[in-house]
């Protein structure tokens, strides 16, 4: 890419994929500046340097992977129960997202700052199911239910090997039908 501009969004999303494949230890402005092609002087161009990027990554995580997917299933008028098997969908459409997922969370054992940030996430997140099953209607506390389907999905990427993300959508729709 010698030559070509790279632009912000695409040195964080260099660096999720980094963190995604190798973890956080990747994630050094070398490897960065090699994986694009580009020169210290363009990384510095658009960061403070490897805490800046830091920052700019958790961003573009909390956004992409929390914000953007309640973005999509909120816009509707849909019933809580739709919203939450097409919140279901997103999550488990993407296979990506799981050594993602499990790299930050590497991560934020070690790191207060990235600490912080998954812990808003997974308040984020778990409000949102919250709110959604509060809707559902059911004999259920809502609160615990949403707190199971959440540590459904953590749990699954969690165990080695990951769960299969058919077995997944097959253990979530088993879940929802104790609800019925």
Not at 143 to 157: C, K, N, P, S, W
């Amino acid at each position: 890419m010698v030559g070509l501009v790279v632009t912000r969004v695409e040195w964080v999303e260099a660096g999720v994929e980094l963190l995604a494949t190798e973890g956080a230890p990747a994630i050094t402005i070398e490897r960065l500046t090699g994986a694009l092609g580009m020169t210290k002087g363009s990384f510095y161009h658009h960061f403070a340097g490897a805490g800046g990027f830091k920052t700019a990554l958790l961003e573009y995580f909390e956004q992409q992977y929390t914000t953007r997917l309640i973005d999509a299933v909120q816009g509707g008028d849909a019933e809580p129960r739709a919203k939450l098997e097409h919140l279901f969908r997103l999550v488990l459409t993407d296979r990506d997202n799981v050594a993602l997922e499990i790299a930050v969370r590497a991560w934020a054992l070690q790191d207060a700052e990235v600490r912080a940030v998954q812990e808003r996430v997974d308040a984020t997140r778990t409000s949102y199911v919250r709110e959604l099953c509060r809707g559902l209607g059911a004999e259920i506390d809502p609160d615990r239910y949403a707190q199971l389907l959440y540590l459904i999905l953590i749990g699954a990427e969690q165990v080695l090997p990951t769960v299969d993300r058919d077995d997944l959508r097959e253990i979530y729709s088993l879940t929802l039908r104790l609800i019925d």
